[in-house]
């Protein structure tokens, strides 16, 4: 049953701001105070799955973990699109591409990072670069003005709607009251709502990384006593090769130093030991210094090294093999473990420095880094331990910080209450509807009423009765008119005056319920009130009268005045020819009358179309039958007459609608029905044909006959035709 637009007014316009402030929140672009980026992909470096002019929405968060695909600022490329991998020392991300070997060279700050990725609209992004253009720009004006102004501004013929309707409305003081005590509460509960599901989904607590760096070094230095003449000094220089013909042996020292910013308490162990190799997995290990105890930040360690005890590891793999490689890896690496505390933290972390030689029958020669930054007698590795707090998370709405765990206890504390109230008065409501449906009418269409205290100012076109108030109020709705209301004793009239007719309902203040045309209304005492009604007249039948004045309103919008009963007086003649009589006659007569009641609800725009229905637009179409049977289901009307409806769009041959009904499936009213209606609408012009002759007309029920038509039924009705205009349809 349709329903008055002043109430759904309320309830919409309660959502409407509540929808515009979560989608402000949800869709905020950062410049404006929200949260949100919006990042057209500039390469294919994160393909397969983000490509070259896809959108991607990314949010800021108030910490990111590896794994998250991010947008970051770039100080020289501006911004780049990429997934944390790792996290550095210092606490700075290092960055890659999907589709990238190799890492970014740039490792952003948790401040230089835009937001995490939200939303993926594949493709989208070239279609708004054109809207970076002129043209894109004044498109997007055009629109927002043409909004603005449907939307926003009232039309004038619906304000000076407004202002006819002034004083004297229909609904009392006590129902604007209660529109606005709905209103109120729709917005507080569905505020309510929208800010508990954002505050549920969010922690109360965000967690915290903070890096806490260190730093181990250790510096290698070797030394031997040489003849003089030989180097600037009579001491060799850490980096100076040294002559095994000058020197058996020399000294390998090692100093250690762990370094941070934070307080610290270290101990461990460490050592030294030389290790000859030949690259291809053969190694020797000579021990220098054995695993010794430290405790603090800085230790030194010296040994002597014996080349004498290296050349015979390597004389005898020569001897035993047979291979001599002549040239050998020498390695002096110490084992450094550590333990302890750095800013209250518990530490446990190892450091392995060496030092590589290349030794051979005549030289040892450090081998230099192929990084020429990197000083090989000082290796230096960086870390961090990470200290994990807690602070309170906020949601950012509208520029203002709340905190998660306030946006809670607001949410259930406006929340629950206005729900509860919200829940209680639509039960009020539904309730006091249920008892009377005068109380209903004030309720749903109190915004549509006048009240009126004679009806003598009214024209005097033809009255047509209307079976519900709903169907009054969907007329009043369409033509842009307000609802009179004349209260009569314990009956209520209301009617909608157009230049062509006054439409009438009648409503005993005692109806319970909202069952249309269950019971015959009475008009006697309202037919006298009418001026241009004459109280001696006989008066139809009450229920007949309401059923035929919703097939004239049908004719009023899309036909012309008679059109239903031109349907029905010609459908009643074939009937006659068919043998049908009595009572059987007179629901044939009344389904003809009442076969387009369907269109009651449908656009105009679908019925005056030129063109070519759209499949949205035949779909609706096709549901008028369902409609019209919904409406009529609603009477107490004999199923036969409903059948008549429902079937008239069946095909003989099974392909018509709305269930694909065949052959004798079909009613024979209907099949009756379908005829005459296909007859009236071929011989009258519509928007998108023009008006056939009767003889193409006849043609076409020949060489349908069989196939959409009832091929008895069709020979009747050709027959009545020939009858008629034997010139122009000939002899069957």
Known sequence: ??????????????????????????????QFGGNVAYVIVAGNSMSPKYMLGDLVVVRSQASYKIGD????????????????VNIDPEGRFVMQGDHNSWQDLYHPSQ?????????????LGNRLENLRSPWGF????????????????????????????????????????????????TVLALGALVLGFT????????????????????????????????????????????????????SIGLDYMFISAHPTS???????????????????????????????????????????????????????????????????????????????LALQDSFSPEINFDITNLEVVLRKSANANQNVLNPIEKNALTRISHEPNKLNILGLKIPVSLARWIALGVGIPAAFFLILLLVQLYTSTQRSELERVRLWYGSMLIEARDIQMLDAPRQIEIASIDDLANLAEQDQRSILHLPDGDAHHFFVQTTEQLYHYQLDENTTGIEILSTPASSDGWTARLPWRRQSSALQ????????????????????????????????????SLGIHGRALEEVRLGAYLHDIGFMNIPETIVRKKKKLTKKEWKIVRSLPEQAKDRLMETNLQSSVVDIVHYHHE???????????????????????????????????????????????????????????????????LDLLTEDFPEECGEV
């Open 541 to 576: 039948d009450s229920y007949t009268r309401a059923l035929e004045g919703w097939a004239n309103a049908v004719d009023m919008r899309f036909y012309e005045e008679g059109h239903s009963e031109e349907i029905a007086t010609i459908t009643e003649k074939l009937a006659k």
């Open 111 to 123: 401040e230089d990072v835009i937001g995490k990725l939200w939303l993926h609209a594949p493709g």
């Open 1 to 30: 049953m349709q329903k008055n637009k002043s109430w759904r007014k309320i309830l919409l316009s309660a959502t409407l701001p509540v929808i515009t402030i979560t989608l402000w929140v949800l869709f905020a672009p950062l």
């Open 266 to 344: 270290i101990n461990g162990t460490y050592n030294l030991v030389a290790i000859v190799s030949d690259g291809s997995g053969w190694k020797r290990t000579l021990e220098l210094i054995p695993e010794t105890p430290f405790s603090g930040n800085v230790f030194t360690v010296s040994g002597t090294l014996a080349l004498d005890k290296i050349q015979d590891f390597i004389d005898a793999l020569e001897r035993e093999t047979g291979v001599e490689r002549g040239r050998y890896t020498l390695s002096i690496l110490s084992d450094i473990k550590i333990e302890g505390v750095l800013s209250e």
């Open 199 to 250: 505050a549920f989904r969010h922690p109360v607590l965000n967690e915290i990384n903070t890096p806490l760096p260190y730093e181990q070094q250790a510096v290698f230095r070797y030394t031997a006593h040489v003849p003089s003449g030989i180097y600037d000094s009579d001491q060799i220089q850490p980096g100076e090769p040294i002559f095994r013909r000058l020197n058996g042996s020399f």
């Open 651 to 717: 095909r003989w041959d099974g392909s018509g609608y709305p269930e694909g009904l065949s052959g004798e499936e079909i009613p024979l009213g209907a099949r009756i029905v379908a005829v005459i209606d296909v007859w009236d609408a071929l011989k009258h012009p519509r928007p998108y044909r023009d008006a056939w002759s009767f003889e193409e007309i006849c043609q076409y029920f020949r060489e349908q006959s069989g196939i959409q038509f009832d091929p008895h039924v069709t020979e009747a009705f």
């Open 138 to 185: 004044a498109i997007l004006a055009l629109v927002f003005t043409f909004l603005l102004f449907t939307i926003v501004v009232p039309p004038e013929k619906k304000r000076g709607r407004r202002k006819e309707r002034g004083k004297g409305n229909f609904m009392s003081g006590s129902h604007k009251k209660t529109g606005e005590n709905l209103f109120i509460l």
């Open 69 to 84: 695909a991010v947008t970051y600022q770039h100080p020289e490329i501006d911004y780049v699109f990429h997934r944390i």
